[in-house]
Each structure stands twice: as C-alpha cells, then as structure tokens.
C-alpha cells in the first residue's frame, strides 16, 4: 500500500504542472529533483516550521498572485502593485519585481560588507534555495536570510513598496534568536556562533 502512495504521489498530474511552471519561469528542464532537494535544504538549515511552510508553499506554487486571480475573476487586474508594469505571476513578485530586486540587492550589499562574505544572490539561490558553489556556512547565511525575506514579501503582500533592509534586519534578529534558543536547548550554542555569531551581532 505504501509503495503505491509512493508511486501515485511521484506520478501526481499537481505536480507535474508545477514542476512545468516552474521550468518556465527559470527556463530549465529538469526542476522536479531540483524541487525535492530544496526542500530537504531547507528543514536541514532552519528548525523554524513557518519559514519551512513558506518554502514549501512557494515550491508548489499555493501562493495566489494576481496573475493566477486573474485566471478565474477577469475583473481583477493581474498587474503588480508594486512596480504597476508587469503581471504578478510567482517569479515576478519574489524575484523579478524591480522593487523586489533592489530589496535582494540591498540585503546582498550589506551582508558583503558587514559580514565580509562574498556571494550573489541569484533567482535559484532566493527561489529554489540551492546553494550550489557556496560553501559552508556561508550557503546557509545566503538560504536563511533568504527565508526571512521572503516572509516579509508575504506580509506585506498587497502593499505598494517592497520590504525594506531595516524589515529584514530585524526579522532576521527575531528569527535568529528563536534559533540560537534551540541550538542551546540541544547543547549546540558553540555550532550557532561558528555559523550566525557575527551576522548576529551586526544585526
């Protein structure tokens, strides 16, 4: 009986479709195990189960954009509210937006300089979470601060401006201490310093 669950969820038709939406928008060919392996990224590097449900639910695509309104209410614009020029489809308000991208540019900016860390962040760094060439730890700087702000575009996901570096930063606190508190909770604080200690107190 489990092998066929197995089976029926790897053949799902939901997920084909997202994993043809997704390669789409990022003109790739093969994002089904890129998908897979981000989300084992993801609950490697954050114990935090509402950053890990908001990854999840970007990689399937719940999200509704107004693009995806659009689709069933022609009554509702499908153009971004925030920029006020393209459609909001997924990859344009996490990615693409102008507003957006300067608030990922900014968030490069300072990490670069505070925390004397060179990377980039790119569309599947910020989106499918892949670390690729980083290396320990700075890959997981890049992913979980990428979370973070990714929660802030969702709560403000009707406003007019993108969140800004001073939102994320004091997310990034808030989160960041929610994380140092489980780390000590498993007699692991030494771990926590040697990944998030100077990021954390520039902060």
């Not at 996490?94 to 505070?114: A, N, P, S």
């Not at 909770?185 to 030494?190: G, M």
Request: aromatic share 14%; charged share 25%.
């Amino acid at each position: 009986m489990y092998k066929h669950l197995v089976e029926v969820q790897e053949n799902n038709y939901s997920l084909q479709k997202i994993y043809e939406g997704w390669n789409k928008d990022l003109n790739i060919t093969n994002s089904d195990s890129i998908w897979k392996e981000c989300l084992s990224t993801t609950s490697t590097i954050t114990t935090n189960e509402n950053l890990r449900l908001i990854q999840y639910k970007l990689m399937t695509r719940i999200y509704y954009t107004r693009s995806k309104i659009n689709t069933f209410d022609a009554s509702f614009s499908p153009v971004c509210v925030k920029c006020g020029i393209y459609k909001e489809a997924t990859i344009h308000a996490f990615w693409e937006c102008m507003k957006v991208r300067k608030g990922w540019l900014e968030i490069q900016k300072w990490m670069t300089t505070t925390c004397r860390i060179k990377f980039e962040f790119t569309v599947m760094r910020c989106i499918f979470q892949n670390t690729d060439t980083l290396k320990y730890p700075i890959g997981w700087m890049v992913i979980f601060s990428s979370l973070v702000y990714k929660k802030l575009i969702l709560k403000d996901w009707k406003g007019s401006e993108a969140p800004s570096l001073q939102q994320w930063k004091g997310l990034m606190k808030y989160y960041l201490s929610i994380e140092r508190s489980m780390f000590e909770d498993r007699n692991r604080r030494r771990q926590f310093n040697k990944v998030w200690q100077d990021l954390y107190e520039a902060l």
